[in-house]
């Protein structure tokens, strides 16, 4: 990779991996003892990530489930709701696409409603409009980490007697007037995927509201073998299990746990870290021709998972494909979060569904570029980042 020099980036400097994750000696040592143990699967290390995440989370270790991805919890989750083929589920069009599948792979029928052009969160008025006989679920993405409006969306919830699912991928340690998201609706689902704000290589988390409903996640999420096959991941003697309905397999394995413990016990210094990066680089930028996100709401907590800025060819002089290409020559990684859902092919085929009908989000997505806002950067990281912002964007 060639640097250039003129705008004073070290020239020997790496590049810089967007998202890459911290990795501390304790989630090492932690591996290596699961490995040593001999218990390698779904084991006490999954029962202990799980009773930590939900105390985390303020809630009872009988209201969390451990799986192999948020994809799979937004899957599992949704059916164990019981949606049926024809539900309808409203979401985001500014979302992974994984938040799609889910609804898909469940029998149901994703439906979309635009975000605020402000938060980039999907908005409750677009999500009224969208209600039909059909609706039976609302699918908030927590987007960035940003709280999205609950007390909006869960009033429409309860007047049309909506199940909410929310996808926390991005928002561990986001709160929305004192309450942590995933706590809201029926069910939170969250991913410990390498990029996201608590890693475990692969790895997700249910939350739900009630026990028999991570009852019933659990036993779906293997194989779905009757509860008591769990007990076959113990010394306690030879059980036969039953399959009581065609499940899946989702669990999550104790090498995977044996990561996430450590992440999640220095879960507060990252984000702190993450603020920091965050706060640094809304100053540094204010004076150029972008568009920063807007400061987090009063009374919520942002989980600084994505710094997203909008490069607007008309303002900035440079188009955003150009401005992700010279990022990269600069050793810079960078990301999209995301092209909006209506620009992938096979949801045009399959629903009809064109950007430009969720327009709001089509610009995000055709403008949107994520920084890195990793827990690993080092200062000198960040000031690397800023420096190459600054010397492809006109000042205002
Ligand atoms: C990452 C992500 C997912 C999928 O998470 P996995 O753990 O990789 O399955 C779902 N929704 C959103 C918004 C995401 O960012």
Redesign the pocket.
């Known amino acids: 990779m060639k640097n250039d020099n003129s705008i004073g980036l070290p020239s020997g400097q790496n590049f810089l991996i967007f998202g890459s994750p911290s990795i501390g000696q304790e989630e090492i040592s932690e591996v290596v003892d699961t490995l040593e143990s001999g218990w390698l699967g779904t084991g006490p290390k999954v029962a202990q990530f799980e009773k930590s995440f939900a105390n985390y989370k303020g809630v009872t270790a009988t209201q969390a489930a451990a799986v192999n991805?948020?994809?799979?919890a937004?899957h599992v989750s949704m059916v164990a709701a019981n949606l049926k083929q024809g539900d309808e589920v409203i979401t985001t069009p500014l979302?992974?696409c994984?938040?799609i599948n889910a609804i898909i792979h469940a029998g149901a029928t994703p439906v979309l409603a635009d975000i605020n052009p402000n938060t980039f969160n999907i908005d409750p008025a677009t999500i009224k409009a969208a209600i039909t006989p059909r609706t039976k679920a609302i699918l908030p993405?927590h987007f960035a980490g940003r709280a999205c409006d609950m007390k909006a969306i869960m009033a429409l919830a309860e007047r049309y007697h909506l199940i909410v699912i929310e996808?926390c991928?991005?928002a561990i340690e986001t709160e929305y007037k004192g309450r942590k998201a995933g706590t809201f609706g029926d069910f939170g689902c969250f991913?410990?995927?390498v990029t996201?704000n608590v890693v475990t290589g692969?790895?997700?988390m249910v939350l739900a509201k009630k026990e028999e409903n991570i009852n019933r996640v659990k036993m779906l999420a293997l194989h779905g073998m009757s509860k008591d096959a769990w007990h076959r991941f113990s010394d306690a003697g030879f059980k036969h299990y039953y399959v009581v309905e065609c499940g899946f397999k989702y669990n999550m394995m104790d090498l995977q746990a044996a990561i996430g413990i450590h992440q999640l016990a220095r879960i507060e210094t990252n984000w702190q870290h993450r603020q920091a990066i965050w706060n640094r680089y809304q100053q540094a930028f204010a004076d150029l021709s972008v568009i920063r996100p807007f400061d987090p709401e009063p009374n919520t907590r942002h989980g600084y998972h994505l710094y997203t800025l909008l490069i607007d060819k008309e303002k900035t002089g440079i188009e955003r494909d150009v401005f992700l290409d010279a990022m990269t020559e600069l050793n810079i990684g960078v990301g999209v979060?995301y092209l909006s859902i209506p620009e992938h092919p096979f949801y045009q085929k399959q629903f009809g569904w064109k950007p430009e009908d969720y327009p709001h989000a089509m610009k995000v997505g055709q403008q949107t570029v994520s920084l890195p806002l990793s827990a690993k950067l080092k200062d000198k990281d960040v000031e690397n980042v800023i420096l190459a912002v600054k010397s492809l964007l006109k000042r205002n």
Not at 69 to 72: E, I, K, Q, V
């Open positions: 991805s948020c994809t799979a937004l979302t992974f994984a938040t993405v996808d991928a991005h991913s410990f995927y996201k692969e790895g997700g979060h």
